[in-house]
């Protein structure tokens, strides 16, 4: 099938040439799929939020269950449990990742337990990329047989012990939205485990349409399926990939060169060297008592110059559209979002916007 388009009446056509209607969708999931590697499935979908909305209708949550879910995440990792008519349940952070922490989210489970609801999934999140305590909190989603979805919407191409991020859980999720490391400017993939899956979840992206001549619907469906276009893009993308990656590690060394010697500021960085993050954003903590700046004077600083930097995610326990839910935890998400600031990090950085923001930095000493 060829498909052509006239992008303006100045430019010329573009055109796409596709032996079937599909062509650079398989063509998009079978690069990603061979990229994660651990034999997964996956399925190119119009969003991350799409991808987490399908992971859980796959795992069979419906009205009534409850999710547990990482606390200190973007409002898209908790609302398709909303959508679903089901209740969430925030968890809180360690300060290692700043992801899910494994002691809270057993302490939620067990009290989920003796209420005599057991949870049906747990969403956590490798934020900023950086993976999260992966051994822990698959083994607790195992011990408890509950269905473990990694929202990996930030952490393409981070990995954990070599393993990719999105591939640890019982489904993983990626976002291509135009903020994250690899755009297909809106996208996501959502990544399982077996072909009955992956099926299940086109015929679900594809308004459940009955594979018969007229259009016949047994269910209710949704139109969540990636454009044949942003897939052309998404294949082509991934040939960027690991430049993406080396320039966000650039990044990140270099705020760690430029925060090293000043006080009370602390970068995040991996534990050890079974982490590995895609530093997809580089983030500090700014101590107040042990700093001479705060965070809201560097914030304010970055922006007399136009550099842009912003706090970090609000955690869901303290957000008004969330208020009556329960929380697992202390205030360890609440702190870094008190004290912390995501840095200007993108892959198209060059040495003079390096400059102007250490400059920026320095005049605040
Ligand atoms: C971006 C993001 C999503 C949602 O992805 P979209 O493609 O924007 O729908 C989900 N979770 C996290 C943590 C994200 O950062």
Redesign the pocket.
């Known amino acids: 099938m060829k498909y052509s388009i006239a992008l303006s009446k100045s430019i010329s056509n573009i055109s796409f040439d596709f032996d079937s209607d599909d062509q650079y969708l398989f063509k998009f999931e079978n690069v990603l799929a061979n990229y994660l590697g651990e034999n997964k499935q996956v399925v190119a979908v119009n969003?991350?939020?799409s991808a987490?909305h399908l992971a859980l209708i796959l795992a069979g949550v419906t009205q009534g269950d409850i999710v547990l879910c990482q606390s200190f995440?973007?409002s898209?990792?908790a609302n398709p449990i909303v959508y679903q008519k089901a209740s969430p349940i925030f968890v809180d952070s360690e300060s290692q990742t700043w992801n899910m922490c494994p002691y809270q989210l057993e302490k939620a489970i067990k009290k989920c337990i003796l209420n005599e609801v057991k949870p049906k999934a747990i969403i956590a999140?490798h934020?900023y990329g950086m993976p999260l305590k992966i051994d822990q909190i698959v083994n607790i989603a195992k011990k408890y047989k509950i269905a473990l979805i990694e929202?990996a919407?930030?952490a393409l191409g981070s990995s954990f012990k070599g393993q990719k991020c999105g591939t640890f859980g019982d489904f993983g999720i990626i976002?291509?939205?135009e903020n994250?490391i690899l755009t297909t400017f809106g996208g996501?993939a959502l990544v399982c485990e077996t072909e009955k899956q992956k099926q299940r979840a086109i015929f679900l992206a594809t308004q459940a349409k009955e594979n018969l001549p007229y259009y016949q619907h047994f269910e209710v469906g949704y139109n969540y399926r990636m454009s044949n276009v942003l897939a052309f893009i998404g294949i082509s993308q991934m040939e960027f990939l690991d430049d993406y990656l080396l320039s966000r590690s650039n990044m990140n060394r270099f705020y760690k060169s430029v925060f090293k010697k000043i006080k009370g500021v602390s970068i995040l960085e991996e534990p050890n060297n079974d982490y590995f993050s895609n530093h997809w954003l580089s983030c500090i903590i700014i101590d107040p008592e042990k700093a001479i700046f705060s965070k809201e004077e560097l914030r304010l600083a970055f922006l007399k110059e136009k550099i842009e930097s912003r706090p970090l995610w609000k955690p869901m326990h303290m957000q008004p559209v969330f208020e009556n839910v329960d929380f697992y935890g202390t205030d360890i998400c609440q702190n870094l979002f008190e004290r912390g600031l995501c840095l200007p990090s993108g892959s198209n950085l060059v040495e003079s916007d390096k400059e102007r923001i250490k400059n920026t930095i320095n005049k605040l000493l």
């Open positions: 969003s991350g939020t987490i995440t973007f898209a990792s999140v934020l929202d919407a930030e976002s291509f939205n994250k996501g």
